[in-house]
Structure formats: C-alpha cells, structure tokens
C-alpha cells in the first residue's frame, strides 16, 4: 500500500497545536469546547481507517474459523469503506465551519502573528484535507478489496495456510501506517482531554 500521505502529514501537523496550547489553556475561551469538537473529528477519520485495516489483519483461517471469517472478507471485497470517505468529507467541512466561526476570533485574542499564521495553515490543510483524505480512503478501499478477493479466493480454495500468509505479508506491509495513524489518535485524544478538563466539557 502506498504511504497515505495526507493522514501522515495532518499526523505531524499537529505538533502546531502542541506549542500554542499551554496559552489556549491559560486564556480559555467558550470556543475550546468547539475545539474540542474539532480533535474528536479528527479521531473519527483516523479511527476509521484503523478499525477497517484491523479487521482484515486480525482474521486467521482454519477448518473450524473459516466460514465465520469468510463473511468478513466478503464485506471488505464489497468495497464498504468507501462509503467512508463520504463520511469524511462531512467532518472537514464541519471543521472548517468551527475554525471560521469560533477558533479564529479566539486565536486573534490570545496568539501572536507567528502563532495565527501557524495555527491558519493549519486548517488550511485541514480544508485540504476534505479532498486528499478521500484519496488516501480510497487508497485504503482498494487495496483493502484486493487483499479481501486474492484471501477469500485462497479461502475458498481451502489454501487457509496461504491466505494466513497473506495476511502477515500485509501485517507488515501497513505496520508504518497504522504506527503513524495510532501516534496521531493518541495525541487527538490527550489534546482533547486537556481542553476537556480546562472547559469542564463532559
């Protein structure tokens, strides 16, 4: 599989929100909640990757599992995760409108320049991110209903040996991707704690 390069990129992004969150936290504003809003709809999209890459390396075949398994790969050749990308589309526009509407103003208030104009790129890649997540989706989409066809054609061959094969070969192959998707949801998920507890937001 290719890297998914936007996924990657917003990953180490987010070291911008690193550096200006100690003055966010020191200055709150009723639009943290907002941003609040915004890192658990950044978790969403990465969680959704990971969950669907999960599900196909977690499967093992044998004569007792294989037809139970067999249904989860019949699902994944069908291509659902494209409907994903749909998904997706919906949480960078949604993120967009947040920042426009309330982060911006709070940023002027607290930042400076440098710090704006850092914080702007951004959710400028974020705005960007509406198109290139969808590429890095149907990425995962395709090369996820490749792998689902040539396993469940070993399947149904009985060849369960090979199709474990497979699926280690492909382990190994996402291993750099799903490390850069896990990093980002961790942090999403302590940044979105800290501002939780600074905004009381349940």
């Not at 659902?80 to 709070?106: M, Q, T, V």
Request: hydrophobic letters at 45%; aromatic letters at 6%.
């Amino acid at each position: 599989m290719p890297p998914l390069s936007a996924v990657i990129d917003l990953a180490n992004q987010l070291d911008v929100l690193r550096v200006i969150k100690g003055k966010l936290l020191r200055q709150p504003d009723a639009a943290a909640e907002r941003l609040v809003i915004v890192l658990e709809e950044l978790s969403k999209i990465y969680t959704a990757i990971e969950s669907e890459l999960v599900e196909y390396l977690s499967l093992y075949f044998d004569n007792d599992s294989a037809q139970a398994e067999r249904a989860v790969l019949l699902r994944l050749e069908g291509g659902e995760i494209s409907s994903r990308a749909s998904a997706a589309s919906g949480h960078c526009h949604k993120i967009k409108n947040i920042y426009d509407r309330f982060l911006d103003p709070w940023f002027q208030k607290v930042l400076s320049r440098g710090e704006i104009d850092n914080v702007r790129k951004l959710f400028e890649l974020l705005g960007d991110f509406d198109r290139s997540v969808v590429v890095d989706l149907d990425v995962v989409a395709r090369w996820l209903t490749q792998e689902a066809t040539a396993t469940l054609n070993l399947v149904n061959a009985k060849k369960y040996d090979y199709a474990n094969d497979r699926i280690c070969a492909a382990r190994k192959e996402v291993l750099p991707v799903r490390q850069a998707i896990t990093n980002a949801i961790i942090e999403l998920r302590k940044l979105q704690a800290e501002f939780i507890g600074s905004t009381g937001v349940i």
